[in-house]
Structures are given as structure tokens and as C-alpha cells.
């Protein structure tokens, strides 16, 4: 006999995968089976596409490891092939089109965490400044504007081989990067030319979790609303 959950079943379990990888872990076929059970019945379909889009980016995110593309690239590719668009909706950010907080913490969790021996990584906290100003005197489809304009500037900037551009909540943005944290503020400093926004950067140390990583950023990113430049921690 068929169960009869809901989406709201559906929902619940889908935020525990999401749990999953935003505590930096990976879900287990184990999980997966959990998650199937419980949002079972009408919502198969549903469930299925869920797991599909999770098991699609993770194999996508071994591909970027080995150096095979750019994750957009393959994102896109995988979408045009497999008509994954969910995949889409589940790891991007809908108003700026860069990736949401939720590919991040897949991506370090997946890739930055386990090549750290091979190679150095740094991260960027980066907040836009003056946007409740912006917001406040000219509205949100401005603000809109402005986020989106700002996202495509870091994208252009970040756009190599195991670079990820995300928008990390409201005018708040997090860039990773295979290289040195004075190597990726020097590109910053670039684009300061061209935007106002504060950034603090730090390297990726082995013992890091992302919540650690972007803590010092944050602080970094603090000072440099002070000093009006990069910093670092």
C-alpha cells in the first residue's frame, strides 16, 4: 500500500539533507534511503528528483576536482543533458544567478576540504557597502540591480578553474579560490576600483570548518570597512 505523506514530509526531510552538507558532511546512501522512506507515496517523484540533483552536483564536484572543467560549465552541461534544472534551483542563487550558500558549504565540504595538502585555498567575506542606503533611497529593484551588477563584476574577476562566486545572504558574498590569500586580494583591490564593498580574506588551514574560515573572514571584512581596503587574517 502506497503512504500518503505530503510535500510538507518532503520538505522536512530535504531540510535534514541540507542540514547534512551545510555541517560539511556528505549524506550516505544510508541517508538517502531515510529521506526516500519518509518522503514516499505521492511525493516520489518529488523525492526522487531531490536525491537525483544531490547525487548529480556531488558527481559533478569529483569531475571539478580532477580538473575536468569549470563548475559552471559543467553545471550547465549537466543541466542541457539531463534536464536537471532542479539541480539548478537547489545550488544557485535565483536573483543574481552566482551559487547560493548551499553549493558552498557542498563545494568546501567536497573539494576544498579534501585537497588541501595539494594545494592552497583562500576565501573572501565580502559586504557591499552603503546597500541599506541604496535600498532605502531608490528601492529594492535598485538594490536588485545593484546585487545583480555586483555578482556578475565577481564572477568576471573569479570566473578560473576551481574559483566559486556565491552569494552568501543580502548583500554578502563569499569567493574561494586555489591560491593565496594575497593573490586573491590583489584582484579585490581591483575591483574596489569599481565598486564599494568591504572584504576581509583568510587561507584555508587543515582543522578548518567553513563556519571557522568565514568567522575570521567576517572579522577581516570588518576592519576594512575602516581602512576601505582588503585585509587579511
Known sequence: MMKTATLESVLRGFEAL??????????????????YEKASGRCETVALAVIESFQAFG??????????????????????????????????????????????????????????????????FIDLNNFKKINDTY??????????????LLSGAFSGKGELVCRYGGDEFVVVSPCSPKEMGRKLEE????????????????????SSVIDRADRAMYRSKKTRKVEYA
Open 18 to 35: 541540507l542540514s547534512i552538507i551545510e555541517d560539511g558532511r556528505s549524506p550516505t546512501p544510508e541517508v538517502y534511503a531515510e529521506y
Open 59 to 124: 558527481k559533478l564536484l569529483e569531475e571539478v576536482i580532477e580538473g575536468e572543467c569549470r563548475l559552471s560549465q559543467k553545471l550547465a552541461e549537466l543541466v542541457g543533458k539531463r534536464g536537471l534544472t532542479f539541480a539548478v534551483e537547489l545550488f544557485k542563487d535565483c536573483l543574481t544567478g552566482v551559487w547560493n550558500r548551499r553549493a558552498l558549504s557542498y563545494y568546501f565540504a567536497k573539494v576544498v576540504l579534501p585537497t588541501l595538502s595539494e594545494r592552497t585555498w583562500s576565501l573572501a
Open 139 to 152: 528601492g529594492h529593484l535598485e538594490g536588485d540591480r545593484v546585487l545583480r551588477e555586483f555578482a556578475q
Open 191 to 210: 575591483l574596489l576600483a569599481f565598486s564599494d564593498f568591504a572584504v576581509g580574506v583568510t587561507a584555508v588551514s587543515p582543522g578548518d570548518s567553513l
